[in-house]
């Protein structure tokens, strides 16, 4: 009996996979991506447990156990980029998830095909822009001699390099980050909307709905499960900020409030060749965002039905 099972199984694989052939294939780029370019390169968290030595490479470098995990809580630094880290990232969350929704829900009510497409159009292109023409135009705009700077001087405030202030750091890095994203992340959004059932606006306005109200009642409802997968996965990524951004913006002066894990793991492992403890660096960040991925998962299948698994 499971022999013959075993056989239908095999048969009904054999025949999918002759009958799509073609997007397996397609599939497959994409495995192979993945497995040489995030799993391969797994045996190298090795390296946290040891005092790696580039002559001597991994395997024959001298094991350290947990020391460089001890070493990194015990460092001065540990607890700032930690905090800073966290901050950057709910302040993100905070503001810049729920930015692309409400974009999506205005255009959603746009009726002018022109003018929705001109918007789209201009908040699309500064995701196409690379990360360091956006920090240049950044920097010259905050600069002392900047357009920012102009305009608070006609107000009669003083003229200052508003990215030497570390307490205007984290503001200017998330505010940018909502304007290059915006646009882009509002097109899954968008697509969510287009899904909803156009019959159930219908009854609403025969029940004597506003549009307040079809908001509440359908379109939000509607948009639940987009929501919650997107969440879960940006909780997933909490500790995770890209360090292009930050190191291209921050400076001496801003480390109190700007200097985050990525950029300092840079500093420690390129910099400073330091690779054991940057990775063990990594490693704990990893996890940490692993916890968090578990745990919001959780939290959305237990409150709202919705989860990745």
């Known amino acids: 009996m499971k022999e013959t099972t075993r056989h239908i199984k095999r048969s009904i694989i054999s025949s999918d996979i002759k009958r799509n052939k073609y997007i397996y294939l397609m599939v497959l780029a994409v495995v192979v991506w993945y497995v040489i370019f995030c799993y391969v390169p797994m045996y190298g968290t090795v390296i946290a447990f040891k ?88 920097v010259d705009f905050t600069s002392s001699s900047g357009l920012i700077n102009q305009l608070i001087s006609s107000f009669g405030f003083e003229k200052t390099n508003l990215l030497s202030q570390s307490g205007l750091f984290r503001t200017i890095f998330i505010s940018t980050n909502i304007w290059q994203s915006i646009g882009w992340n509002s097109i899954i959004y968008l697509a969510a909307l287009s899904n909803i059932d156009p019959g159930l606006y219908e009854a609403a306005v025969m029940d004597g709905a506003g549009k307040w109200k079809q908001l509440i009642h359908v379109t939000l409802p509607g948009l639940t499960s987009t929501i919650m997968v997107l969440l879960i996965l940006r909780m997933g990524s909490i500790m995770s900020i890209g360090f292009e951004k930050i190191i291209l913006l921050y400076n001496p002066l801003t480390y109190e409030t700007a200097d985050v894990i990525s950029s300092y793991v840079y500093r420690r492992g390129l910099l400073n060749a330091d690779y054991s403890y940057s990775t063990a660096i990594g490693l704990f960040n990893s996890v940490i965002n692993l916890l968090f991925l578990v745990g919001a998962n959780w939290l959305s299948k237990k409150y709202t039905e919705n989860s990745l698994w």
């Open 51 to 138: 005092k790696y030595s580039v002559g001597l490479g991994i395997f024959k470098s001298s094991w350290v156990g947990i020391d460089n995990f001890t070493a990194f809580f015990r460092d001065v630094n540990s607890w700032r980029i930690i905090k800073n880290t966290l901050l950057i990232s709910i302040y993100d969350i905070l503001w810049g998830f729920p930015a692309p929704i409400i974009l999506a829900l205005l255009l959603n009510e746009v009726k002018n095909k022109f003018f929705k497409r001109t918007v789209q159009t201009l908040t699309y292109l500064p995701y196409f822009i690379s990360t360091v023409v956006v920090c240049g135009i950044i």
